[in-house]
């Protein structure tokens, strides 16, 4: 029982540090102190701290726990202070409990306290910008990773994976995020001489039904479709009596590994074929899958089982997370952690026993190597 106090007394030192993106509160520090026998590297560029800590236990395979110390804004209306962790009814109360110093603190803490009997190498990849652009975050790691040869075999990210109950969901992969930026051109006129003018906001609304909400590919065993979601139209003065010369229109699409950009221009100019406009597609993650095949998936859903009793399911579903830099490595790259409902909301929370159980999974998962 001991251990697993340890775990609970180190998220609440580290949910007590204000570590909005890119700062780091002083915890990267806190933590390369407090796993004093690894070896530390830093990796620092553009505001943004990196640590990458490591320790060879013997010619085994190499797996690698990573995360995140930063957090979003707090926001107002919580109902006690963010960054004074509370426990109240088994819950704690604090910002990043879930989203993810939870999980920071259970693989900290389950590295801390392994036995000797590891084989491979053991390491941790944590950054202060998660949250934010990740420009200098964890891809600038793996970039000096690569240059010394020691990109690791397998990776768990801990970000709260599970939905219903603790243990139900790993990711084995996330879908990418196509960003569109649609300038639809017209010729502006005065209201009450229609045919004199080109009306984009006419011109784009029998197009609306047909690309609103539409299904890109049909997706697969692994990815649901991917869905084109208009986030934002805008055209016009705000007057009633003239037509707009212009419409600008904003797009998302979660794409799976069935839609590319290059799909997706095709959709757009099948629809939008006889009008004058500009389309700007940025990528900005490529969606990846680990094969459920693999010794990772398999050993970390054997070790969810042993420790909770769930069957977890593999998912895909959710937003971008760090494993979409770690994947194109051919990095075998999962994520798993405590439920997710209340990410980056108000009175953001995790319960003891979810903690208690994530760590005593990743101690498991250590022993399996």
């Known amino acids: 029982m001991e251990k697993r106090l340890d775990v609970i007394d180190f998220l609440l030192k580290i949910l007590s540090v204000e570590s909005v993106t890119p700062d780091d509160g002083g915890l990267l520090t806190y933590i390369e102190n407090y796993l004093a026998d690894f070896e530390a590297t830093w990796i620092n560029e553009g505001g943004v701290k990196n640590i990458w800590l490591t320790k060879k236990f013997g010619e085994g395979k190499h ?58 190498r053991l390491s941790l990849l944590l950054t202060s910008d998660e949250e934010g652009d990740g420009t200098y975050g964890t891809q600038i790691v793996l970039h000096h990773l690569k240059e010394r040869d020691l990109l690791p075999d397998y990776c768990i990210i801990a970000e ?98 069935n839609t590319t950009q290059e799909t997706l221009l095709t959709f757009m100019d099948e629809k939008l074929k006889g009008l004058d406009y500009e389309l700007e597609l940025q990528q900005g993650s490529y969606p990846f899958v680990t094969n459920k095949e693999s010794f990772i998936v398999k050993e970390l859903s054997l070790a969810i089982k042993e420790v909770t009793g769930v069957k977890t399911k593999l998912s895909t579903a959710g937003g971008t997370s760090d494993g979409r830099h770690i994947a194109p490595y ?39 190597f």
Not at 228 to 256: A, H, Q, W, Y
Not at 341 to 359: A, C, F, P, Q, W
Request: glycine share 10%; charged share 20%; aromatic share 8%.
């Open 330 to 368: 051919g990095i075998e790259v999962v994520e798993f952690g405590v439920r997710n409902d209340r990410i980056h909301g108000l009175n953001e929370r995790t319960t003891i026993k979810e903690v208690e159980s994530l760590y005593n999974i990743f101690v498991n998962m250590i022993e399996r």
């Open 160 to 257: 709260p994976t599970c939905e219903e109950k603790m243990g139900d969901a790993i990711k084995i992969g996330r879908r990418g995020s196509i960003n569109g930026y649609l300038t639809l051109k017209g010729k502006q006129g005065h209201a009450a001489y229609p045919e004199k003018a080109i009306n984009p906001i006419h011109n784009i609304a029998s197009i609306l039904p047909l690309i609103a909400e539409h299904n890109l590919d049909n997706g697969d065993e692994n990815f649901a479709p991917s869905k084109l979601v208009i986030t934002d139209i805008r055209s016009g003065m705000e007057v009633t009596n003239v037509t707009p010369n212009s419409l600008k229109m904003m797009f998302n699409v979660r794409n799976s590994t």
């Open 63 to 120: 797996l690698c726990f990573a995360g995140h110390v930063d957090v979003v804004p707090a926001g107002e209306g919580w109902e006690t202070n963010p960054f004074v962790p509370v426990i109240k009814e088994g819950y704690i109360y604090a910002r990043g409990t879930q989203d993810m110093k939870s999980g920071v603190a259970a693989f900290v803490q389950a590295v801390r306290d392994m036995n000797s009997n590891f084989s491979g």
